[in-house]
């Protein structure tokens, strides 16, 4: 039995019993053998209870009570994780299955990585999954918020460590109303990189009914834009001269880079701190960093099947 790290994982709900079933089994169907599960409910009133006692031989914790919003609950939870991996999910999104066990493993491979994302994906509301970001947009670097480049990292996909949480002041700031994820981020930043993988790792389930991430998104925004102020305030006074500058590359390369162009995927990483992918490799079965997203289609010599890779593997 390999040597698994453990992995806290803190669900909030209120009033969410249309999607919470759904959202915790998505969890303890992992079947990760080292795992805390934390559920933080705000003393909701629909058939939440019910659900959630239907399952509480899975949680480490639980309780119901009235709280002061989503922050506090989520910080509530936090205060109670033991394990060596961190994150939260909300009571109608999803993970994908066996994502522990490929953060598990991402995590040991590469000891460098103490927060990680993966491929953003969506739900529809009655849960089909949609794959319409790309995996440049799911690149981040604090360079890329410097320059107000700062929607969104799925806070569904992102899973920290337990020593970076502390090293940024292992709380969240619930002063936020909608923010308090962006601003956890952006103390993140200052002392690691958020590295990517193309593994799918969770959802974010859109909604018909009221849906505060959409309702309030102006809200979203003033208090995202205080934060980067903030930021910038403590920068150096060579990286605040050097940012209008890369605020015109982002301008002008960006849209190249999200759109997957070679040349730009070498660049533009470069520029703005973005660390290498890490992704799949199927001949090697394992884990490998490069910045290759797209597979070639390949092309038939003779009787042959030749890929791109195959070619450069007889080159090398």
């Not at 849960?127 to 360079?143: D, E, F, M, N, Q």
């Not at 940024?168 to 956890?184: I, P, V």
């Not at 959409?214 to 150096?236: Q, T």
């Not at 884990?287 to 003779?302: A, E, F």
Request: glycine share 6%; net charge positive; hydrophobic share 35%.
């Amino acid at each position: 039995m390999k040597n698994y790290p453990k992995i806290s994982i803190v669900t909030i709900n209120y009033n969410g019993g249309t999607y919470l079933e759904e959202t915790i089994e998505s969890v303890i169907n992992q079947d990760y053998p080292n795992l805390e599960y934390i559920l933080i409910d705000g003393g909701s009133t629909d058939n939440s209870l019910d659900i959630i006692k239907k399952y509480q031989s899975h949680f480490s914790y639980w309780e119901s009570s009235k709280d002061e919003g989503q922050y506090f609950a989520i910080q509530k939870g936090f205060q109670k994780c033991t394990g060596d991996i961190m994150a939260w999910i909300s009571s109608d999104d999803k993970y994908l299955p066996k994502a522990f066990f490929v953060v598990a493993d991402i995590f040991t491979k590469f000891p460098e990585t103490n927060w990680l994302m993966g491929q953003a994906r969506e739900y529809t509301e009655f849960g089909a999954l949609v794959g319409r970001i790309t995996i440049p947009w799911c690149r981040w670097s604090k360079y890329r918020y410097y320059t107000n480049d700062f929607q969104f990292i799925q806070q569904e996909s992102c899973f920290w460590s337990k020593e970076l949480w502390e090293k940024a002041g292992a709380k969240l700031d619930t002063s936020y109303k909608l923010a308090g994820d962006m601003e956890l981020w952006a103390r993140f930043f200052r002392f690691e990189k958020l590295h990517t993988t193309t593994f799918e790792l969770a959802g974010f389930r859109h909604r018909k009914d009221e849906q505060r991430s959409k309702d309030f998104l102006h809200i979203y925004l003033e208090e995202a834009k205080k934060i980067i102020r903030r930021e910038k305030k403590v920068l150096s006074f060579k990286i605040r001269l050097i940012l209008p500058i890369m605020n015109l590359i982002r301008w002008f390369l960006g849209p190249f880079f999200f759109f997957d162009s070679l040349l730009i995927n070498k660049i533009y990483p470069f520029l703005f701190g973005i660390p290498t992918l890490i992704n799949y490799d199927f001949d090697l079965h394992d884990y490998v960093r490069s910045n290759v997203t797209i597979q070639h289609p390949p092309m038939v010599l003779g009787k042959r099947q030749i890929h791109r890779k195959t070619l450069r593997k007889k080159n090398g």
